[in-house]
């Protein structure tokens, strides 16, 4: 038994995952099952996954990798040839769960599309993370997080009125999906101990931004309403804003139900705002949202930001200034909830990375060591999960076929 398999621990424990997915959508779905205990195997190219060309590197070692592929063991094979896809099949049919994110079509080409490895594995999981699904018109579209997110139409409400479409810093529609992909995988185990069959979960790109999208799709239906962007103003929820301070900062606040009004125009030293006819009630507040801003922006650019924080604490008023990653560590409260922990990494030391959620009571999961090398745990996956011998592991290496 590997030292990896002495250490795990979690509710998903005893599950094997084969995670052929790259970049950020299917390795993030096999880190949270891996987080819980799950063991992960990760399988890349010789030229290794995309996700170690982006973000910051040290001396070749990427961070973000370090972090997306922890608590994984690494292998690389070529599925691009035939003996590489004939090991994915045999570690296919000693798994729980394979995440998969090629373009539709992809696999089935391959021999090892849903069809293929449920026959070989009935009690297989498979997770495929595609740009527009399985099928429909689009799905043999390249489908890019990024490119999703624009098709669920939650891009079309990211950014200021008067300026194109923004995006989030992050690929954030990728983490949707995986997240969405990993949920689904775990109910697909819970259903698979009642029926003893897999599954197979589909889990589209775009379909897992729309599912944020749901409180304009009965407004369109009915009504006809098409939202658009607000900058930082959240539609119908009003104030719900970023605010100018008089130290040239901003302050979000959020005080959108009318105990929360009330008290804010308490901190304000304008307790007549409450009773005023245009915000006493929150559907009057939403219509006359950019009067009500302004009120609120002449009080905030008054004051510094820290005296407004502290002013809306005390009045139980939720606020905030806009955190950067530098904040961020700075933070009592990260600090003391160790949202931040730092994961061994046998090259540099320890990586800094967000830590396991959600948080269970009883049986949490935990951070084991950061991403490795390329191929690293290549020889003792083959080894001990197909019974590989180390003559057979040197002639695949030699072939080009792992790369160990």
């Not at 995440?99 to 080409?109: A, R």
Request: glycine fraction near 8%; hydrophobic fraction near 40%.
């Amino acid at each position: 038994m590997s030292d990896d398999a002495n250490h795990r621990q979690g509710p998903l424990a005893k599950y094997r995952v084969l995670e052929i997915g790259s970049t950020v959508a299917g390795p993030f779905c096999g880190r949270m099952l891996a987080d819980f205990g799950a063991e992960v195997i990760k399988v890349e190219p010789s030229e290794g996954d995309p996700v170690r060309t982006m973000g910051k590197s040290i001396d070749g070692h990427s961070l973000y990798a370090a972090s997306i592929f922890r608590n994984k063991r690494l292998v690389s094979i070529d599925l691009h040839r035939e003996e590489g896809r004939a090991l994915i099949r045999e570690l296919a049919a000693r798994s729980d769960v394979l995440i998969e994110n090629f373009k539709p079509g992809t696999l089935e080409k391959w021999g090892l599309g849903w069809e293929d490895l449920s026959t070989i594995n009935p009690r297989l999981v498979m997770v495929r993370i595609s740009g527009f699904g399985q099928d429909g018109p689009y799905a043999s579209r390249p489908g890019y997080g990024v490119v999703c997110e624009a098709v669920s139409g939650l891009r079309y409400l990211t950014g200021d009125p008067d300026r194109a479409p923004s995006r989030v810093g992050v690929s954030m529609t990728d983490y949707i999906a995986g997240l969405h992909g990993a949920y689904g995988a775990v109910m697909a185990l819970m259903a698979r101990e009642q029926t003893g069959r897999g599954q197979m979960i589909d889990a589209a790109l775009y379909e897992s931004a729309f599912n944020f999208m749901e409180v304009w799709i009965g407004a369109y239906q009915k009504l006809g309403f098409i939202p658009n962007r607000e900058g930082s103003r959240l539609i119908g929820s009003t104030p719900n804003n970023l605010y100018p301070t008089a130290d040239g900062s901003y302050i979000h606040i959020t005080a959108m139900a009318d105990s929360l009004f009330r008290r804010l125009c308490e901190a304000m030293g304008q307790p007549e705002l409450a009773r005023d006819p245009r915000f006493a009630e929150a559907t009057k507040r939403n219509d006359a949202h950019e009067a009500l801003d302004a009120v609120i922006s002449s009080w905030t650019e008054r004051l510094p930001l820290a005296e407004i924080e502290a002013v809306l604490e005390r009045a139980a008023v939720p606020a905030t200034r806009i955190f950067t990653v530098a904040d961020i560590f700075a933070d009592p409260h990260y600090k003391a909830r160790k949202s931040i922990i730092e994961a061994p990494d046998q090259h540099l030391g320890t990586v800094a990375m967000p830590t396991v959620v959600p948080r269970l009571s009883d049986t949490p999961g935990a951070v084991r060591h950061a991403g490795r090398d390329l191929g690293q745990d290549s020889r003792a996956v083959l080894r001990e999960v197909l019974n590989m011998n180390d003559e057979r592991i040197d002639a695949l290496a030699r072939e080009g076929i792992v790369t160990a």
